[in-house]
T-cell receptor, first 116, second 111 residues
Framework: GAVVSQHPSWVICKSGTSVKIECRSLDFQATTMFWYRQFPKQSLMLMATSNEGSKATYEQGVEKDKFLINHASLTLSTLTVTSAHPEDSSFYIC????????????FGNGTRLTVT | KQEVTQIPAALSVPEGENLVLNCSFTDSAIYNLQWFRQDPGKGLTSLLLIQSSQREQTSGRLNASLDKSSGRSTLYIAASQPGDSATYLC??????????FGAGTQVVVTP
């Protein structure tokens, strides 16, 4: 079945530094990738939608200059948390779609970010 | 704005009992509805996907129903096992492929 690989699975960084998270579709081409954030005991909240070769679409309240998304190829999307602060500590999950809205989404295993 | 609600928020049952998890959504204009399982600190595993034109889907001990007009879905897990302990999330897909998640139901199955 389709597999989405997310890396790293966990990262600890100091406040003020930047962290890059990668999301790869391993056996299919993902025209659309989604990035979610999940705080403890809460559900996933969509942060942004990225389409290969175009700018990401951010959800209301998500700072595009802080959460940089690059979808340079059909198999790779990256999320960079710039100038991270402790309140950015969260669980970040990506998902990938083949394109049509009725296609199932495939999720990565998530990245636990802790900013100290 | 679509809102997805899951009831109950938490559920504890003895092994062998059937589980019934509820999901409701406010906007019936959905493409599909998915049920996911999430283990602590892990990503999501898709369990069942029901297209908007379907009424139910079954996979092994799992059965999910969908009543789009009333904005409801129910996930049934038969003969629960301790390995079924996890958080179960439902999510609806809009026409752009965006998922709107419920807050989840945390399930504990005791031996």
């Amino acid at each position: 079945g389709a597999v989405v690989s997310q890396h790293p699975s966990w990262v600890i960084c100091k406040s003020g530094t930047s962290v890059k998270i990668e999301c790869r579709s391993l056996d299919f081409q993902a025209t659309t990738m989604f990035w979610y954030r999940q705080f403890p005991k809460q559900s996933l909240m969509l942060m942004a939608t990225s389409n290969e070769g175009s700018k990401a679409t951010y959800e209301q309240g998500v700072e595009k200059d802080k959460f940089l998304i690059n979808h340079a190829s059909l198999t790779l999307s990256t999320l960079t948390v710039t100038s991270a602060h402790p309140e950015d500590s969260s669980f970040y999950i990506c998902s990938a779609s083949l394109g049509p809205a009725n296609s199932p989404l495939h999720f990565g295993n998530g990245t636990r970010l802790t900013v100290t | 704005k679509q809102e997805v609600t899951q009831i109950p928020a938490a559920l504890s049952v003895p092994e062998g009992e059937n589980l019934v998890l509820n999901c409701s959504f406010t906007d019936s204009a959905i493409y599909n509805l998915q049920w996911f399982r999430q283990d602590p600190g892990k990503g999501l595993t898709s369990l069942l996907l029901i297209q908007s034109s379907q009424r139910e889907q079954t996979s092994g001990r799992l059965n999910a129903s969908l009543d789009k007009s009333s904005g409801r879905s129910t996930l049934y897990i038969a003969a629960s096992q301790p390995g079924d302990s996890a958080t179960y999330l439902c999510a609806v897909t809009d026409s752009w492929g965006k998922l709107q998640f419920g807050a989840g139901t945390q399930v504990v199955v005791t031996p």
